[in-house]
């Protein structure tokens, strides 16, 4: 991977990575298609990163077609594909590890402790590996996207951070490898978190400014399903990830739901003048 990065940087190429865990749907390859369309080389890099689950998480179960990934990154003209092993990644000896701190402790980071050491530790390992100009991730992974910038600001890495929107199944549910997760009645209650986003932002359109309503407005829908557990729902400053009383400016709404087995995160922005 060294090798070919090097190579292309050295013809003058600009190189765009797409970091995933792999089981592709059209919110990796939305990515995918930026880098496309914006770089002159792109590399997807699929790896089920063991050192951001917890003890008690899913990573055994974690869903795995690399046949149908690969097929798919072919066919949307992919440059590369990337695929460590954890013995490439993290050999025996392995001791170094990147935090960003304050901004993990929050949402995702409260309930998951090893997620983001072992998403940043990942990607900028990635980084080091492939050196690319521009990186890609979603906004659904919202907190994850503004650590990353943090640790690209900090450690003062030339790489520009592209976010791009969430990617949706038709009925609004946002799509996630996980979702594979849920059977038929888990399915109804999932989609009920991007209903409880879309009321929220109805209400704050019309005037409501007071964060615990909105967030008790969501709880209702989302309980109403049965089969839900909430982790979190948060109203907060989109980069502090601080809860807020009064809705005002930049807003982050998201949401961290357990339906069965799956644990599901959604979120939007909104910004109130
Ligand atoms: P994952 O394979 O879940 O680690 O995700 C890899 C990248 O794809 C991350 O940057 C995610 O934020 C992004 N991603 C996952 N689901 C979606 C989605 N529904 N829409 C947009 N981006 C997504």
């Known amino acids: 991977m060294k090798t070919w990065s090097q190579q292309t940087r050295e013809e003058g190429k600009t190189l765009g990575l797409v970091p995933t865990m792999g089981y592709l749907h059209e919110g990796h390859l939305s990515l995918a298609h930026k880098s496309l369309s914006t770089c002159d080389r792109t590399v997807v890099s699929i790896f089920v990163n063991p050192k951001q689950f917890g003890p008690n998480e899913d990573l055994d179960t974690y869903p795995r077609d690399l046949e149908s990934d690969r097929l798919e990154l072919e066919r949307l003209g992919v440059d590369a594909l990337f695929l460590p092993t954890s013995e490439d990644m993290y050999p025996e000896e392995f001791q170094t590890y990147v935090h960003v701190e304050e901004i993990t402790d929050k949402l995702c980071g409260e309930s998951r402790r090893e997620l983001f050491r072992g998403v940043t530790t990942l990607v900028l390992k990635l980084f080091h590996i492939v050196k690319p100009y521009s990186a890609f991730f979603g906004e659904k992974d919202r907190q994850q996207l503004e650590v990353i910038r943090k640790m690209v600001d900090d450690l003062n890495l030339d790489i520009q951070i592209v976010g791009l929107p969430i990617v ?106």
């Open 168 to 273: 949706r199944e038709p009925d609004g549910l946002a799509m996630s490898s996980r979702n594979q997760y849920l059977g038929n009645t888990e399915r109804k209650t999932a989609k009920s978190l991007n209903e409880a986003l879309q009321k929220a932002q109805q209400l704050i359109a019309q005037g409501e400014s007071s964060a615990e309503t909105i967030r008790s407005r969501i709880r209702t829908i989302i309980e109403r399903e049965g089969q839900a557990q909430v982790d979190y729902i948060s109203v907060c400053d989109p980069k502090r990830f601080e809860e807020l009383e009064e809705i005002q400016g930049k807003t982050m709404i998201a949401l961290a739901v357990h339906v069965g087995k799956a644990r599901l995160i959604d979120n939007c922005l909104i910004e109130r003048i």
